[in-house]
C-alpha cells in the first residue's frame, strides 16, 4: 500500500521524506497514527500520557490522524505515574527510541543541557526523526546544531513547551509575527520567581521565607538556583532572542541577575512610586546589537505585566506593524508543558515542518552583544546610611557629579533599620554607566551602611 | 528547470502540488518568490504593500524565499495611497487575479459577505490557489465551503487578519492550544466598541456623543452598525467557535446585543460593584451544545480582559490542560491587519498549509444550539422606579416569585433622574430565564417608568 508522504512536510530537493505506516483501525481502514517515542516519564512525560489519553479522540479530529505513544524510557519502571505505562515497549537506554521502527516521533522529557537528553536528540535528528523537546537549557546550549541537523534531514525540531509552559509563544512569534521586525521581546519567564515576589508583596515575607514554603510545598526545586538564580529564564530569553531577531542563540550574552537580594522595603517603596517589582526578561536589537538582559525590575502598574501574578507568565513582543502584542498564561506544570507537547507532535502529524529559529540556520545573524553600560533608562536606587546632617548632600553630589539627575526622592524622617535609614530615589533616564559609577563612590562612602540597591525600571 | 514542490505543503494523494516558477535573482541564483496577487488597496491592502516593502529582506530570511506583490486590482487606479502601486499589473476585475499565471496567492483585501469578495475567493480556490482573507463577514457565511473548497485542491484558506487583527490568535487556537478541549473561548472582540465604551467611562460621555466624535476622527465607519449593533464581533465569534470546538461555524446561531443601550449610569454602578463593562463575545461547548453571545457585559476588575483599552482586542481560551490562555494587542488597523495577513503568506511560502478549521471540515460538528434562557450566571440589573412608599417590596417580590434571588442592591435615596430612582441589583447566580420571566412582571408595574437593564456578570 503506497502512501503519500507525510511528516516531511514541504519537501524539497535533497531533503528525506519520512513515510509512516499504514495501519489498519477496527473498521479496516487505513490510518496512520503518529507513533511518539517518550524518553521521561516524570511530571511532564506522565502529563503527555495523560493528555494523549484524555484528548484522544480531538486530537485524531484535529491532526487528522491518531497520536500515540508506543515506547517510552524511564528509570524506575515500576512507579506508579498515575497512567498506564504496561501498555508500551520500554526501553532502557533512550537513546534506542531514535532508532525503533515503532517510533516515527521522539518526545524528549528527559532534561539537562547535555548527558542523556543531548544524546537522545542527536540521535533522534541523525535518524530523520522529527524531535520535540521541553528542554531549554539543552537549547539554550545546542539549539544551533540542532535546528542545523534537522535542516539537513528535513524534518522538524520543536520546541513550543521550552519557553513559558502552555503558552503559544514560540508559535506566535515564530509564525504569528513573522511578518514583523521587533524591537523588543521581554516577559516573566520564570513562574517559580513571579511566584515568590508575588507572595513577597501580598504578605510581607521575605524571599528566604517565600522560597523555603514553596520548596516544602514542592512548587520550588530543592536546589533552587537555576530559578531563583534568572538561570532558566536566561535560557528561555536565549531561544526567544534567536526567534524575534534572526538571531544566533547567545545564552553566554544573557546579562543575568536574580530575586536573591530583592527585599521587602525595595517592594514597598516601588509601591509606593506605582510600580512593581517582576524578574523581567529583556531582549533588544539595536543597530546589529543584542541586548539580553534577566533582571528583577520596578514594572508600573499600568503595565500588563505587572499583574501578572503567582506561577503565570507573560510575553510582550512590539512589532513594527502589529504593534504590542500580549500573552500569557501557565508558565509550568505537568498539564500546560503537556499542552505545548502534544501541540507540536500535532504540528508533526499535520506535516508541518519549518525552521526550528523561524528561518534557516544559515541565515540567522551573529549579532554583536550590546554593552549593559551603554543601557538608557530610569534607575531605582537605595541607600542605607547614616541618620546624620549632610548624608543627603554628599550623595547627591555624588549623582551630581556622574551626570545623573533625580527625579524623585523618598527619605524617611527617622532610622528605619537599626544600620541606619532609607534613601530612595529615581532617576531621569540616564546611560548605566552613569548610575554604576555613582554608586561605586557612594558605596565607598562611611555614611552608607550596607551595599547600595539599583534596579532598572521597565520605561515601555 | 524542475524544481521541488512548494505551496502544496503536505501532500496527499489526491491533492494538487502547486509549482511555483523559478526565477532568476540578480546573482543569478534561482529563487521561487511567492507572486502576490492583491485585491482591495484600501486601508488594509496599501498596508499589505507597505509591510513588504518594509520589511522585504526579514521577510525573505524567515519566508526562505521573497514574497512580493505581482498584481492588483482596486477601484481607483490614480488614487495616492502613499506606496508605489505603479510597479504591479493592475487588473479591473479582481476575479482576474485568481486565473493569472504571475499570481501564487490571493490576498482578498475587498470586504463584504458575499459578492467581488465571494466571487474572488471562489475562483482563487478553484485554480488550486492558496487565498489569505482578513474578511470575516465572508467566512462566517461561506467559510465552510470555502475550506472544503480548499481542502479539495489541497491548498490554504488563511484568515489570521479576520479575527483579533494583529493579535495571532487563529494560529494560537488552531496549533497552539490544539491539544486541549477548550470549554469557553471568549475576549473582546471589536476595537470600536471597546474604545467607545473606554471613553464613555473616562469621559463620562455618552454613547450617542463618543460615537459621533469618533466618526469625526475616522475611528468609527458612518454607518456604524457592524460595529456598535455586535455584528462584526460576531462574525468573528462564529469563527473562534469553529476553530475552537471543531464545530461547523454557525454565524446565524450567535445571540447578538450591541452597546447602543449602554448608559453612564451603568458604567458608574457597575464601577461602584467593582466591574467595567466590556462588548464580551463568548462561546463554550457544553454536551454537544454551542453557546455563542456578543453582549455586553460586566468584567471583575481582577480579570484581565477588564484591562483591556481603547481600540484593543483580547482573546481568552480555557483548556483542560493548558489552562487560561490570554492574548491581546492592537485588533484593527492597517499596520496590524497587514502583520497578519503578511504572517499567512509567510506560512504560504513556508508550505505549511493544515485545515483551515484545526480540523478538515468533515471533521466538524454540527453542535446543537444551548438556549441562552438557560445560561446561568449572576446578573446585574438597573430599574428606573417611582420614589414612592412600596415599590421595592414589589420589586423583590416579582424576584422572589420568579425564584431569583438577590446578593446586593443598591438603592439611591433620592430621585437621581426626572423618571425616578434607579434600583441596581447584583443577583445570585440564576438561570437566565428567571431573571427574565421577573423583569417581565416588573416592566409591567406601574412604579417601573423605563424599560429595565440587565447585564450578564462574567463569572469565570
Redesign the interface.
Known sequence: MA????GG?????GTTIVNFRAESNRAGEIVTALRVGLAGLGTVGA?VVA?LD??AG??E????RQVRVTAVSARDRGRDRGVDTARFAWVDDATELAGRDDVDVVVEAVGGSDGPALVLARATLAAGKPLVTANKAMLAHHGLDLAASAEVKGVPLKY?AAVAG???VI??LR???????LGRVYGILNGTCNYILTRMEAEGLSFAAVLADAQRAGFAEADPGFDVDGIDAAHKLSLLSALAF?ARIDFAGVAVEGIRDVAGVDIDHAATLGFRIKLVALASEDGGRLFQRVHPCLVPLAH?LA?VAGALNAVVAE????????????GAGA??T??????D???VA??????AF???TS?LAALDRADTADHVGRFYLRLTVTDRPGVLAELTAALRDAGVSIESLIQRGTAAVDAGVYVVMVTHAVREAAVTAALARMAASDAVTARPVMMHLLDF
Do not use: T
Open positions: 502512501l503519500a508522504p507525510q512536510g514541504q519537501p524539497r530537493a502529563g493528555l484524555a484528548n480531538l486530537i479530529r484535529r491532526a487528522d513550543e502552555g503558552i503559544p508559535g506566535g509564525d504569528g509575527a513573522a511578518a514583523n521586525r534572526g500588563p499583574h512589532g513594527d506593524f502589529a504593534g504590542r502584542l500580549f500573552f500569557s498564561g501557565a498539564g500546560p503537556a499542552s505545548a507537547i502534544v501541540a507532535l500535532i504540528d499535520r506535516g508541518e515542518v519549518g525552521p523561524a528561518m534557516p541565515r
